[in-house]
């Protein structure tokens, strides 16, 4: 999705993604004063012109179709996010992935092994950039090392590309590491 979202915007759809589906007791569907209490209760949004910018990013993301507003028959609405607004969160959530470093390094690697066809070469290369971006270290051309709990977030990656079936993570000893603990900064 080529169209880049401001702060307010890309936090609503976090909001929402995070919470699920929001109920709102409005009297128009164009008020969201339920959602904007709830940014209110963390401090967000009080000085009338935050209000605006979140009202007009609200706004946006239902003219966007990212965010959908249904009324239901007790006269509420209901801000949930569309398929479209689910994949902007998972880009938002792709692109500010990052690894927790523990303070001390258990002696485990982390391997990713990867054996991904060619007719989804974007798929490989977009990985191999993302591993790299994370700060993996390359063994050999399909095959990325690093040495902290990585599990979650590459799955993640992983489930990013659709490709799932192509991608193996090995966890154990590698004998005659010295490079790549070097490579990392870690002693033993």
Known sequence: ????????????????????????????????????????????????????????????????????????????????????????????????????KPPKWDGIWRVVLFDIPRKKNKARDALRQKLQLLGFCQLQESAWVFPYPCTKEVEFIVEFFHAYSYVHIVQGKIKKDAELRKHFHLLL
């Open 1 to 100: 999705m080529a169209k880049q979202y401001g702060a307010i915007a890309r936090e609503i759809l976090l909001y929402v993604a995070t919470v699920g589906a929001i109920a709102l007791a409005l009297t128009s569907p164009y008020a969201a004063s339920a959602l904007l209490k709830a940014f209110q209760q963390k401090g967000r949004f009080r000085e009338q012109n935050e209000r605006q910018k979140f009202f007009r990013a609200l706004n946006n993301l239902k003219k966007s179709r990212l965010v959908i507003m249904k009324e239901k028959k007790d006269g509420t609405f209901l801000v949930e996010l569309t398929e479209r607004g689910k994949r902007k969160v998972e880009e938002m959530e792709f692109e500010n992935l990052q690894i927790p």
